[in-house]
Nanobody, 123 residues
Framework: QVQLVESGGGLVQPGGSLRLSCVAS????????IGWFRQAPGKEREGVSC????????YYADSVKGRFTISRDNAKNTVYLQMNSLKPEDTAVYYC????????????????WGKGTQVTVSS
């Protein structure tokens, strides 16, 4: 079965950190741009970050630049999102998916989503 599975979410205080993982099963991530997206209650899903197939290029939404870092380990078939200096407005369900970047904005390449992982930033 071809799927991406997200993990690593949780409850964290403002200013805290979390690292999300996205593991692929049933296929090899090597040839794909992979990104992170998030959806807060009552809001549309937005692109947060995207990384090229080699890992040589990374892209971020303005709202997370300087705080989030995307990386990948193709040997482990995994993409990570290190989130630092978390803010309450980062609270959302986070999803990983194949991504593309158009005019500096991050979009999903396919409309196919896993269960996501919940990130809650609250004191």
């Amino acid at each position: 079965q071809v799927q991406l599975v997200e993990s690593g979410g949780g409850l964290v205080q403002p200013g805290g950190s979390l690292r999300l993982s996205c593991v692929a099963s049933g296929f090899t991530l090597d040839y794909y741009f992979i990104g992170w997206f998030r959806q807060a209650p009552g809001k549309e899903r937005e692109g947060v970050s995207c990384i090229s197939s080699s890992g040589g290029s990374t892209y971020y939404a303005d709202s997370v630049k300087g705080r989030f870092t995307i990386s990948r380990d193709n040997a482990k078939n995994t993409v990570y999102l290190q989130m630092n200096s978390l803010k309450p407005e980062d609270t959302a369900v986070y999803y990983c998916a194949s991504c593309m970047v158009v005019a500096g904005k991050i979009f999903p390449k396919y409309d196919s989503w896993g269960k996501g992982t919940q990130v809650t930033v609250s004191s």
